[in-house]
């Protein structure tokens, strides 16, 4: 049976995020039907809406969801009613790069979590005064009361950890970690400087603690963001608003850090993540930046053994990360909590308002 649900709609290219009633078909064989209790908002669900990638209106985006499993398809086995779960990006599971263990980059990435349809058969389970319109966002599209989600994008998570704390990881928070901790390979003793302190930028500051690097540099032009940074580890913070950044990391760092992250995605900023490194370092690049946006790189720089290392989805395999960092927040080594703003579903468009002009580093809508 269909079920009659909300979900903040976004009807036209940079429309506002409207909660609307919707119609939710049942799942399918291999989807599960999930009742969410919360969703972070993410960077990527705000420049969606200015068409960041080809997109189809109506449309309902959201893609860091956590809630209660309330019904099975037809063939599930892994999750069952009741369970708590945590929303995760959508992946094809048979391809070369997903059997491999790499379904971040899985070779149908943009159609599993961008087309607004179901793959298979180019349908929607979401409906709208009578007709399908884009959905599974990142297999979710968790901006709303309840979502159908297949059921290998799931992640089954302990029910003594608040769910509303925990959707996040679903991308911007193992984006981070992951890039540190997968990517990167982070070593103990070395250094890092982290480009941007917002949540995916302080997540990688987390994680390179618990790598054991010694040098943890984040720069950001935000000061509450640099502080929140050196509470959460970071040895050291560089103001760009205010500091000549090159000459601050080179000076931390002697002969130039082991390793950088850049989660800006400006074309500016890449160019000094890789300047800033020593012989032989790695940057690793996560900021989503306008389709077709280029950086000029120095080319002598890469000669002497720098690398420049894309980065999706942290290089997680969700089920097997995930958890991880789960008892990481329990030990108090990861506490992801103190990024987090909580707002009701009415606030939507607050959350990612204050989220846009820097209020709240990672907010997150709770349904009631």
């Known amino acids: 049976m269909t079920h009659d649900v909300q979900a903040a709609v976004v009807m036209e290219k940079d429309g506002p995020f409207t909660i609307r009633d919707i119609t939710l078909a049942p799942p399918r064989p291999g989807e599960v039907l999930v009742r969410n209790n919360s969703v972070g908002v993410c960077h990527t669900d705000i420049i969606m809406r200015e068409q960041f990638f080809p997109v189809t209106f109506p449309a309902v985006f959201g893609h860091e969801g956590a809630g209660v499993v309330e019904a099975v ?3 599930v086995r892994s999750v069952a009613p009741g369970d708590h779960v945590i929303l995760g990006f959508n992946f094809c599971g048979s391809c070369d790069n997903c059997l491999r263990g790499k379904p971040a980059y899985c070779l149908d990435y943009y159609g599993w979590n961008f087309s607004g349809r179901r793959v298979e058969d180019g349908t929607s389970a979401i409906s709208m005064d009578g007709r399908e319109i884009s959905g599974h966002f990142f ?3 968790s901006f709303a009361t309840h979502s159908v989600c297949p059921e290998r994008s799931l992640v089954k998570v302990p029910q003594d950890v608040p769910l509303h704390l925990l959707g996040p990881l679903g991308c911007g928070i193992q984006t981070g970690a992951g890039a540190v901790l997968n990517s990167l390979e982070v070593e103990a003793g070395s250094s890092i400087v982290v480009f941007g302190t917002g949540g995916v930028g302080l ?3 987390m994680a390179a603690v618990v790598a054991g690097a ?5 720069v950001d032009t935000r000061p509450e963001r640099l502080e929140l940074a050196r509470e959460l580890g970071a040895t050291h913070t560089i103001d760009a608003s205010s500091q000549d950044v090159a000459a601050r990391i080179a000076s931390l760092t002697g002969h130039g850090a082991h390793y950088s992250v ?14 800033c490194l020593r012989v032989t370092g790695v940057c690793g690049t996560i900021g989503a930046s306008p389709m077709g946006t280029t950086a000029a790189i120095t080319m002598n720089n890469l000669i002497f053994g720098r690398t420049i290392r894309g980065i999706c989805e942290g290089d997680s395999v969700p089920g097997v990360f995930i958890p991880r960092l789960i008892e990481l927040f329990r030990q108090g080594r990861f506490p992801m909590d103190r990024m987090m703003r909580t707002y009701p579903f009415d606030d939507i468009e607050k959350a990612c308002a204050d989220a846009s002009e820097g209020r709240t580093i990672k907010p997150v809508i709770v349904f009631d």
Do not use: K, N, W
């Open 73 to 75: 398809g037809e063939g």
């Open 139 to 141: 297999g979710q599209s």
């Open 203 to 205: 997540s990688a500051i």
């Open 214 to 218: 010694t040098t943890v540099i984040g």
């Open 262 to 275: 850049e989660t800006t995605g400006s074309p500016q900023v890449l160019p000094l993540a890789v300047d």
